[in-house]
């Protein structure tokens, strides 16, 4: 079975994994980042910060090519096969990974911490 670990402290990413779990049609599970009792502290953080999952044969998939496979276990999954089309998918990359660290920032970043680092 394939794992999904998402941000559950994130809005936006509850509520995909809610329609997910609703359209789902082969074996997915889903993963909490942050009930992960076994999970290093760095790993959590990287974990957070883009999405991950893990397929049944042990490989590991992140960020856009993560929701990709997400979505292969619904009915809809063809709508999202376009995004690693070789054309698109290096600009597809660059906007998740920008919107990535932006979700992460303003979910996680500690105001004194970002004070002390200017």
């Not at 909490?32 to 042990?58: A, F």
């Not at 709508?79 to 690693?84: A, D, G, I, S, T």
């Amino acid at each position: 079975m394939a794992t999904l670990y998402y941000d559950g402290k994130c809005p936006l990413c509850s509520r995909e994994i809610a329609l997910l779990r609703r359209l789902q049609r082969r074996d997915l599970d889903f993963a909490d980042v942050h009930s992960l009792s076994e999970c290093s502290e760095e790993r959590r953080q990287n974990m957070l910060k883009i999405l991950h999952l893990r397929d049944k044969t042990g490989r590991w998939y992140t960020g856009v090519e993560a929701t990709v496979m997400a979505w292969s276990y619904t009915p809809y999954g063809w709508l999202f096969k376009p995004l690693r089309w070789p054309i698109i998918r290096k600009m597809v990359d660059r906007v998740y990974n920008i919107w990535a660290a932006r979700r992460y920032a303003k979910l996680y970043a500690c105001g004194v911490c970002q004070a002390a680092s200017h």
